[in-house]
């Protein structure tokens, strides 16, 4: 009897270090992916959750405004430019194990449309109540929601009429053609605390601000144009009856204040200084005039040198030399 032998040969490849890392780290790649997506789903559906509780309780909201009487829309305490009325100015509301916070401002409306003038003898036109809901947490966030609320009758315009508070201040803006700018921000200040009472976008250039009798800093402001605004006593004891340099605006009961301002596209000029002495350099901040031998119609003052105004705006030319 025979027997035969076979001989088997098993070869084991092993794995580098560098290919298990590159292995373990395309793995997290894609773990962390996966976790990333997972996590985002979740912020949305949460996020979204907590949206559509928010503007049910904003509808609700605003459908309480819609059913009151028109006199008695307002906020508790509320000054010009807001209407005072009944309604709480922050409340909350807890639903779902969130609480969200209830902020409605109800504001007075010149509609400019209607053709605002001294013939006009109600200017307020109607109210615009705007309802904040927000709300904290893990899914943070809020919504806003506006309305217009007009008199209902004849009989809630009178009244209206025969009761609405403060003044108007009629802010126009036009460049140096006198063409009205388009959408310039309009700012209205409290001149003593310097805190925001107003602000408007209007496209037409021109906006009417519901204001209570005082006095107001304003100042008007457009991406790529130059700044405008009044001046107090403190800061210039008699500003220059023009465009661009306003006393502050006083408001009285009963009564229009019209203010004008002009701004204009600006642009940029620089000087460059260059030395014939290798490093050695020299400078001017122009903090004042002390490096400058002459000048003509330029004005030197807080590191800038401007062209000179005159009656009609800007003058056309202007020179300044340097001392040696």
């Known amino acids: 009897m025979k027997f035969s032998i076979f001989n088997f040969q098993f070869s084991i490849r092993g794995f580098t270090l560098v290919e298990v890392l590159v292995g373990a780290a395309l793995m997290l790649i894609v773990f962390l992916g996966i976790f990333t997506a997972y996590q985002l789903e979740i912020k949305v559906v949460g996020l979204s959750k907590n949206k559509i509780v928010a503007t049910a309780i904003a509808n609700q909201q605003i459908e ?42 109800v504001k007075y409306i010149l509609d400019e449309a209607d053709g605002i003038g001294a013939g006009d003898t109600c200017n307020y036109d109607y109210k615009r109540a705007e309802i904040k809901v927000s709300w904290g947490g893990q899914f943070a966030g809020e919504i806003k929601l506006i309305t217009d609320i007009a008199p209902k009758d ?21 460049d140096a053609y006198g063409v009205m700018v388009n959408s310039p921000l309009i700012e209205i200040f409290n001149p003593i605390t310097q805190s925001l009472v107003d602000s408007y976008f209007p496209s037409s250039g021109k906006w009417d601000f519901p204001l209570a009798t005082s006095t107001y800093k304003v100042v008007v402001s457009k991406t790529g144009f130059n700044t405008a605004r009044t001046y107090g006593t403190n800061e210039v004891a008699t500003p220059e009856n023009m465009c661009y340099a306003r006393p502050e605006q006083i408001v009285l009961e009963g009564q229009s204040t019209p203010v004008s301002f002009c701004i204009d596209e600006t642009s940029v000029f620089s000087v460059n200084t260059l030395s014939t002495w290798g490093s050695d350099y020299w400078a001017d901040s122009f903090q004042g005039a002390s490096k400058v031998s002459t000048s003509s119609n330029v004005i030197i003052s807080g590191g800038e040198v401007v062209l000179a105004t005159g009656t009609e705006g800007y003058l056309t030319s202007g020179f300044l030399m340097s001392t040696s």
Do not use: D
């Open 64 to 105: 309480k405004i819609r059913n009151m009487p028109y006199l008695s829309v307002g906020t508790l305490g509320a000054a010009l430019p807001y209407a005072q009325g009944v309604l709480e100015s922050a409340t909350t509301s807890l639903s779902n194990g969130i609480e969200f916070t209830i902020e409605t401002k």
């Open 154 to 174: 004849k009989v809630e315009e009178v009244t209206t009429c025969q009761s609405q508070p403060g003044g108007i201040l009629s802010v126009s803006v036009f």
